[in-house]
């Protein structure tokens, strides 16, 4: 079983940049591909990016493209999103979520294919 905590929320000016950091529990976080999600209020809840278990494979969302980075340090069992170029439509809470897969390489956009997720860090984007 996997605990996930996210931190790295908080309120930026449009353009601005910002961390998310994905801390996991558990001794086989190498095992599980991790990706972050954002719900806007009143909306449903969007994939942003996702990483294979390894970090070789990392997938993201188009409206986030060259702006959004994903990258994981198994060592530290901790995943991060480095958000640049924020916009005020990036304003969300941020949600990670992780799955346990065989694939070293695969990492995946459905909502329903992630088992944990952690509680969310809110970012507020202000133009």
């Known amino acids: 079983q996997v605990q996930l905590v996210e931190s790295g929320g908080g309120l930026v000016q449009a353009g601005g940049s910002l961390r998310l950091s994905c801390a996991a529990s558990g001794r086989t976080f190498s095992s599980y591909a991790v990706g972050w999600f954002r719900q806007a209020l009143g909306k449903e809840r969007d994939f942003v990016a996702g990483i294979s278990r390894s970090g070789l494979g990392t997938r993201s969302a188009d409206s986030v493209k060259g702006r959004f980075t994903i990258s994981r340090d198994n060592a530290k069992n901790t995943v991060y999103l480095q958000g640049n170029s924020l916009k005020p439509e990036d304003t969300a809470v941020y949600y990670c979520?992780?799955?346990?897969?065989?694939?070293?390489?695969?990492?995946?956009?459905?909502?329903?294919?992630?088992?944990?997720w952690g509680q969310g860090t809110q970012v507020t984007v202000s133009s």
């Open positions: 979520a992780a799955g346990e897969t065989f694939s070293a390489s695969s990492a995946y956009t459905t909502r329903g294919w992630y088992t944990y």
